[in-house]
């Protein structure tokens, strides 16, 4: 930017703590609750708060969503805030459904959790990113197709290390299966295979979705892949391997075997009966081929990314006092009248 975002937030009466607060959470989230603004304050007390909500209430800024059990999130709706911070496309000032503001709520606390890191948050930034500095083809990018290609269409953030290596980050809400994080990986495993080395954060506020996530990563990305083992060679590449050596020397012997090679033959001539099984054997016993090849062919290359999981240890309300017949996007949620503060619950 060619300018400082936080001044045109501070021009409008927002003190610096304020704007910088706003600026925060119109890029990562759009919602925010009471008590994210003390930790990103440092603060416990309640006459910040009270300041800042009512200051961007009257401003007509945010927007209360009543969540019930005396509970609010806060919505930062003002088009000309987004558009004072170069955001003036961002989705984040509409309505979206339950799942989706936990998440973004989700992402506001790894957010606030990692504020000195250095984050890619933009679509133009992550591709920038990982086509320049890590040399990506495009099309190895996660997209998907909105009247364009829409890259890293989930908008969770992306961490740098200070040598450059990329954080990615997935944020689960609450979803009652894994199929979503399994079609996640699917889709960015081209990245993760064209990266030198990466790191992927599972996110979740529930024990349950951690474990789903772990097998379902391990399913993704199984640990025993430099083994070699693949439908061709469910054993192993050095399985197969040590087959073909036992069965050539079969068959110039004439049948004289030690009783474990034999158990060895035994088990191949179970597993190894395709036409490419065949055509390899002939190719190792006319010397065409050599064990390096027959390992290049089915021993894939490591992925270097490291996967670790974090329990989020927050609190999030549950979303039963909207107004009723209220779709999720586009219609307004419910709000105090301008000239009342909102009102200050316990998050």
């Excluded at 309300?317 to 200050?344: A, D, F, K, V």
Aim: with cysteine; hydrophobic share 35%.
């Amino acid at each position: 930017m060619e300018y400082d975002p936080i001044q045109s937030l501070e021009a409008i009466g927002y003190v610096q703590r304020e704007a910088s607060f706003l600026y925060l959470v119109a890029v990562h989230s759009g919602y925010f609750l009471r008590r994210q603004y003390h930790s990103f304050t440092q603060r416990t007390g309640g006459k910040i708060a009270i300041r800042f909500l009512t200051k961007a209430s009257r401003h007509r800024h945010i927007q209360v969503i009543e969540c019930g059990q005396k509970r609010h999130v806060y919505h930062l709706t003002a088009k000309p805030v987004y558009a004072a911070l170069g955001l003036a496309g961002s989705q984040h000032r509409r309505i979206k459904s339950d799942a989706y503001i936990k998440s973004r709520l989700m992402v506001l606390d790894f957010m606030l959790d990692h504020l000195s890191a250095d984050v890619l948050f933009t679509e133009a930034a992550k591709v920038d990113f990982f086509t320049t500095q890590c040399g990506v083809k495009l099309e190895l990018l996660p997209q998907s197709y909105v009247g364009r290609p829409l890259y890293f269409s989930e908008r969770f953030p992306i961490l740098v290390s200070h040598i450059g290596v990329p954080c990615l980050t997935f944020f689960d809400e609450g979803q009652v299966s894994s199929s979503r994080f399994e079609n996640f990986l699917e889709q960015y495993q081209p990245l993760f295979g064209a990266l030198a080395a990466s790191e992927l954060i599972y996110l979740a506020d529930t024990d349950a979705n951690v474990r789903r996530a772990k097998a379902a990563f391990e399913r993704c990305f199984p640990a025993d892949r430099m083994r070699g083992v693949t439908p061709l060679t469910p054993m192993g590449v050095d399985h197969f391997l040590k087959f073909l050596r036992a069965r050539q020397f079969f068959d110039s012997e004439g049948g004289g075997v030690l009783s474990s090679e034999l158990q060895l033959l035994r088990e191949g001539e179970a597993l190894y009966t395709t036409l490419e099984h065949q055509a390899l054997y002939a190719a190792w016993k006319a010397g065409s081929t050599s064990a390096d090849k027959i390992r290049e062919r089915f021993q894939q290359t490591p992925l270097r990314v490291t996967f670790t999981t974090k329990l989020l240890p927050y609190s999030y309300p549950i979303y039963t006092l909207r107004q009723e017949g209220q779709s999720e996007e586009g219609s307004q949620p419910p709000q105090q009248p301008p000239h009342q503060p909102p009102t200050m619950e316990a998050y």
